[in-house]
Structures are given as C-alpha cells and as structure tokens.
C-alpha cells in the first residue's frame, strides 16, 4: 500500500522560511516522481514543485522559483520542500504526491495517483 505522510507545515511570519517533509513507502521510489502541491480557500489545486526521483530533475512553478528547493533523499524515501521568503500567498494546505508520470513539468493532479493527507502552511503578513 502506498503511504505518503507530510510533515512540518506551521505557522510563519512573511520572509520566513519552513521546510516540508514526505516520507514514501509501499512503492519503488526510485521509480516515481514525487510532487507537491497546495491549495488555498476557494482556489484550485495546484503543482508547486516535482522531482524525478531516478534522474533527480525538478521542476517549480513561476511563482516559487528561487525561493523553494525540492530535494530527495532515496535512502530515506523522503523528499523534502525547503521553502524561504515565504510570503502570504504562499498560505495552503500542501500535499506530497507520487506516480510515474509522463511529464514533471506539467504536473497535473490527475497524473497522480496517490496522496498525502497534506499539511497546513499559513504565513503572516
């Protein structure tokens, strides 16, 4: 059975910086791409950030670029989201998830089968 767990969401003042976890088990990791999402109140989900789990490419979105790092460490089947100068915005609900995808790039919640319960991030301004 696949389980995803997240880890290390809070509450943190604008310019600060949280860093997420996402344990995997019950699959090959090093097989899957392992992504994460968020999602605000009343906004749609979306991808933030996705690594490839064989290769190690990553992927981010145009609005967490240079701010967010997405990271892997296979002997732990975790992979980690450091996230700095957070901002406001950046206030969801984020959720790890993990398939084998055709494209990291796209990120398409649809392309991923199995989720995390997801972890709370509010950021103050």
């Known amino acids: 059975e696949v389980q995803l767990v997240e880890s290390g969401g809070g509450l943190v003042q604008a310019g600060g910086s949280l860093r997420l976890s996402c344990a995997a088990s019950g699959f090959t990791f090093d097989d899957y791409a392992i992504g994460w999402f968020r999602q605000a109140p009343g906004k749609e989900r979306e991808g933030v950030s996705c690594?490839?789990?064989?290769?190690?490419?990553?992927y981010y979105t145009d609005s967490v670029k240079g701010r967010f790092t997405i990271s892997s460490d296979n002997a732990k089947n975790t992979v980690y989201l450091q996230m700095n100068s957070l901002k406001p915005e950046d206030t969801a609900v984020y959720y790890c998830?993990?398939?084998?995808?055709?494209?990291?790039?796209?990120?398409?919640?649809?392309?991923?089968?199995?989720w995390g319960q997801g972890t709370q991030v509010t950021v103050s301004s």
């Open positions: 998830a993990a398939d084998i995808v055709p494209s990291i790039a796209t990120m398409r919640t649809d392309d991923f089968g199995s």
């Open positions: 690594i490839s789990s064989s290769d190690g490419s990553t």
